[in-house]
């Protein structure tokens, strides 16, 4: 057992440190205004263009294969760096792990190097109104037609839908709850997007309305009624290493100590140097998952345990923030990582669901 | 002993009660600055705490205390504690306060911002430890980003201003308590919405809320907002009496009531998903006031340590 | 509203308050043991002589009538006098409110007054194996014979069974569940007892065996067939007002305090603070629910509310002031409080039921 | 980076549970004092810290982690942190430790009692920053009140002693490192005991251990153990390389392996019921080794403080 980061990884830590230092630039208006979103999607194209947009991805997608270890170093740099959200996320998170593993090799050539880029940028369409935590009860449909497919129905929290260019999601072509789903990519082009206001008054989401819109049959991600075992393969990274990093957690962890340092208050302080060391403790045992998973093990269900400690240190690190800042909530950058961080507990299955997946998988109690 | 509200101060909230559910609707929450304010004056609220002689009924902080807890179940927007409490305070003989002629606003000591102060006709700042006046036209006010779309907030510069005898602590004391019972009345609604809710949701073929996870949540809320509430009460009466323990009441019970609010706010976004804070739903609404109140006249932070550093030294007076 | 005592109240505290001051002993020994049983029965004869141990019983039960408010009182001072702990507590909070509501005037005169005075202490025996939570699953039964019952079963949990005179609870006379349970006081001569000892060695519980043991008629308290609702009764005001004064949460909060001021970590006193605020607000919790009591007005599921809050807040102190002794935690008496706390959100329905019953009856949400 | 116990960490750590199921069955927790000490002192426990020179084998704390998590997880009773990690360090060349000939026990700074002084053959004892050794002939112990059955402490006056030289705190860290380790290992047990009594135990005519209310209470201590440990083990690895972190890292882990453990503790017995502490269970042992563990070698409020501490003074580094 050790801890020790190779020469190698300490040479692209010091790269990527170097590189951020230079190009990070200052803070960028939200990525759901139009302005936003066009400064954003400028950004992951520099970051494209150092191939430091998808590390870990094969180089012929636009990465640089490294290492699940050299991820964690590039994402505590990029966070510690104070660089821009990521409005590529969905894609490369979600759809991209799904796309290497069930793609065609056409489908991978095609829409990999322009997610990379930020050339096409990704909207998931999971949860429908009466479907948010029980995706199996979905009703949305596709129906078969001449060359492809048309698509039918309502979707709602699509995150960035109001003006990503592309969406992914399940939608049935047959039988009931898990049977007979099919996992389809779309243009957003011809689907009625309708944004969802947040208490910021920005639309980080949006509803979908699918009206018989057409993808071509080279949309189909696996195989037709196969879409259950795809979302969950990339439902599974949602919820594992890959969409939460320790590197956000780190910066956010550092920045609230500051504060709480000068709010003299010295409970604060405790409450807040406990959030530094559970930071601490979530970035540790991603290093032992990283090391589980780089020896080829799987972590299926112990990832539920990530998802509620990450989600409710985010959440108790925004509240405390909120709380000392008082009226001056609403500036200095917390506001919206404390919206946010509200949401953790909810997306990517409650923390109601992982804690009973906990309990009933890991711990094996019984259903 | 008669811990519990008399007949004539529940009567009070209940008008209070039926004129917001009249005039301030949710939907007056996202298109009026002020929905009802016209309608409570007609009642006389903003003279409930003024003096006879200046057209008021003279009342205790305790015999509004229902009433208030009514404003913040509705949700209700504008300067409330400000005009209805802590004005009559401060400004005991202005002729114009009873008839609600008069919009006030406040920036309490260490706070950046007064809300609503584009609306004032008068600022009452709180400076070394007294309290200036300062009328609108004498004020330059510019707006800050808060959290809260129904209770904005501005930062206040002015050059001239009138002081006011006395010291700023009592009338902080009440404006925290008004404040407190406000977030009573949000938490209170914040439980109803998400128990109504939970109640019609359905996810994995049952309402949610027959989940003992969310039942547990729910009642968890529902415990701090009992047990915060006699805090509040009994703030009231320890300030209407200038019992010698108020100060420490005073921050026991905002503190308390903040907590509540926000746990509730917590429980109910919890419950409710990500719906909870769109445009969608007027949850919103009721989430960002517990969030601004529970920082409003002191923190809950600040009120904590108030609590401590006197217990700790060694004011174990309990009142009563 | 108010929150003045009358006059008359302030000089029932003054009187209470002065006679404890006079005669409260040093610390007694260990209740769970034999002499230590008998230096409280001998204090509670103390009590009963100056009409002290039961005030709000009928003064022809030894009582003095006193209000609610006045038990109230009495209690806070006999706890911030550090009174000892009452033997015969199971007795006249548990048996007491429902001899009077159910018993007989002849059961009435002979077992009250023997009670208020300890020459008879009383040991519940609700709680079977396999009907810990869940009562109405229990099997022991009685069967009638000439002149009264045989008793036959096993019971578990019994609070200070080792050493009491007498016990009360409930058998099955016919039927399943809830119904044909008969409640019967008997005498602990011909149980069985086996003493079970808790962590620190004494028996604080016994198990009791009845193997044909006969009591007479004259020991059914109420109807036959009905005990399940005087039961209910009993266990209504067992989870309610009477047995949980704020009198001892108030006075360990105190204790607390002192505790966490000579710690000097301010951490600890603002947990320390914070819990004494919270036996504040149990106390005025209490006196809002008194004056509903004494209008008339019934608390209902309402006192699930108070269960948790009280047991939660009791464990609480207790935890804190574990973690601020240290090794020396076994010392300075908190160690039986912290034990005895640790008990509070199990017994009288555990705190998992007591939110199913504040969800479901206070807040209305489904079964 | 390689942050996982290697197999011959594991190998040992498999052994020395064998033994310990062996000859420290939960029986043996009732009437014997050092169970499994001969055993484990026939391994060559004692000297897995020692330098070659001494007989030992000259491991560093992270090598034997997974080991002393062991003796945690069967509640070893006996001065094992004191015997086979603290007096290996401070005693690196007495020829009697590695053989288990020699019982230690350590009388930390800051506490009030040494536990099993009773059986102890020397004592270390904490004072003005060193440590002093005392022959038990010049002991006088004296039993003191503890929470812990198998673990008796007591007072320790002394006439006579040796100065060691050095400072305590080297020392004392790889105590606190070698305390959570076992006190995760208590954590681990007190959860596997409960989960399966859950099980089996049936209420209202389920599994109680089928009721949400009980799952999400035993998933709370489950992920409280599961962030606890790599804390730990980083801790472990950071006193081994003497990091500049390591006086914080060591905090760190103590404070979140006492408060996994005690959070086992609370949920072991709310499910378990009143007879969790009794001693018709075996539980009540694991119960009081996570209350006595949680306080030895600094209290969780104690580390709190000293990370709290070093954070504030701006000590912000990552190691690694």
């Known amino acids: 057992m050790d801890l020790d980061f190779s020469p190698a990884e300490q040479g692209f830590r010091a790269e990527v440190r170097d590189w951020l230092r230079a190009h990070v630039p200052g803070p960028l208006p939200s990525m759901d205004t139009p302005e936003g979103f066009a400064a954003h999607r400028a950004w992951e194209a520099l970051l494209a263009d150092a191939r430091l947009s998808v590390v870990s991805w094969p180089e012929e997608y636009g990465g640089r294969g490294a290492s699940l270890i050299e991820w964690l170093i590039f994402e505590e740099e990029y ?67 001449p060359g492809g497919w048309r698509l039918y129905g309502h979707k709602t929290w699509s995150s960035r839908a109001a003006h990503a260019t592309h969406g992914f999601g399940l939608f049935r072509t047959s039988g009931t709850r898990h049977k007979g789903l099919t996992y389809f990519l779309f243009p957003l082009s011809d689907v009625a997007v309708r944004p969802i206001a947040q208490l910021d008054g920005l639309p980080g989401f949006a509803e979908l309305h699918f009206d018989g819109v057409f993808t071509p049959g080279s949309m189909v991600l696996g195989e037709v009624g196969e879409g259950w075992r795809v979302a969950m393969a990339t439902t599974s990274s949602e919820r594992g290493l890959t969409l939460r990093s320790p590197g956000r957690f780190l910066a956010t962890a550092d920045r609230l100590v500051a504060l709480a340092r000068s709010s003299g208050d010295p409970v604060a302080a405790d409450r807040a140097a406990r959030c530094w060391i559970e930071a601490e403790a979530y970035r540790l045992h991603t290093f032992a998952t990283a090391r589980r998973l780089m020896a080829g093990e799987e972590i299926g269900s112990a990832a539920s345990m990530g998802k509620v400690f990450w989600s409710e240190l985010d959440l108790r690190m925004h509240t405390l923030a909120m709380e000392l800042l008082g009226d001056r909530a609403g500036e ?18 409650t923390n109601e669901i992982q804690r009973n997946i906990i309990a009933e998988r890991v711990l094996r109690l019984p259903r | 002993m008669n811990f519990g509200f008399t007949d004539e101060q529940l009567a009070l909230a ?10 301030c609707p949710p939907a007056a929450l996202r298109s009026e600055r ?16 003024l003096p006879p002689e200046s057209d008021g009924l003279g009342l205790g902080l305790a015999d509004v205390l229902p009433a208030l807890e009514e404003t913040g179940r509705a949700c209700l927007p504008g300067p409330v504690v400000e005009t209805a409490v802590v004005a009559p305070y401060l400004l005991p003989d202005n002729p114009k306060l009873a008839s609600g002629a008069l919009c006030v606003t406040v920036l309490p000591p260490g706070q950046a911002y007064a809300p609503d102060a584009d609306l004032a006709d008068l600022l009452l700042v709180a400076r070394d430890g007294g309290w200036r006046l300062v009328a609108r036209e004498s004020a330059r006010v510019v707006p800050r980003s808060g959290v809260d779309p129904c209770r904005p907030v501005f930062e206040v510069a002015f050059d001239d201003s009138e002081e006011l005898g006395g010291p700023a602590a009592p009338a902080l004391r009440r404006a925290a308590v008004a404040t407190a019972a406000q977030l009573i009345g949000v938490a209170r609604e914040l439980l109803a919405v998400t128990v109504a809710y939970a109640r019609v949701r359905t996810q994995f073929g049952a309402a949610i809320g027959s989940f003992q996870a969310v039942k547990h949540q729910l009642a968890d809320a529902a415990v701090a907002v009992e047990f915060a509430a006699p805090l509040v009460h009994r703030a009231a009466l320890s300030v209407d009496r200038a019992a010698g323990t108020a100060d420490r009441d005073v921050s026991a019970a905002k503190a308390a009531a903040g907590e509540a609010a926000v746990l509730a706010a917590r429980v109910a976004l919890q419950a409710h998903g990500a719906i909870g804070y769109t445009e969608e739903l007027d949850l919103r609404f009721w989430l960002a006031r517990a969030w601004s109140l529970s920082a409003a006249y002191g923190t809950t932070a600040a009120h904590r340590e108030r609590v401590r550093t006197a217990v700790l030294d060694g004011d174990l007076r309990r009142w009563p």
């Open chain 1, 332 to 349: 200095a950058g917390w506001l919206d990582g404390f919206l946010f961080s509200l949401a953790g507990p909810i997306y990517a299955g």
């Open chain 1, 79 to 145: 966070w510690a760096a104070g660089a821009p959200a990521r409005v590529t996320q969905n894609g490369i998170f979600l759809l991209g792990p799904s796309l290497m593993r069930f793609g065609t090799p056409e489908q991978r050539r095609r829409w990999l190097p322009r997610m990379a880029r930020g050339d096409d940028v990704w909207a998931q369409a999971w949860s429908e109104p009466e479907a948010g935590s029980d995706l199996a009860a979905l009703t949305s449909r596709a129906e078969p037609v």
């Open chain 2, 14 to 23: 209940a008008t209070v009660r039926d004129v917001l559910r009249a005039h």
């Open chain 2, 34 to 49: 002020r929905p009802a304010w016209e309608q409570l004056a007609g009642l006389g609220f903003f003279g409930l705490l």
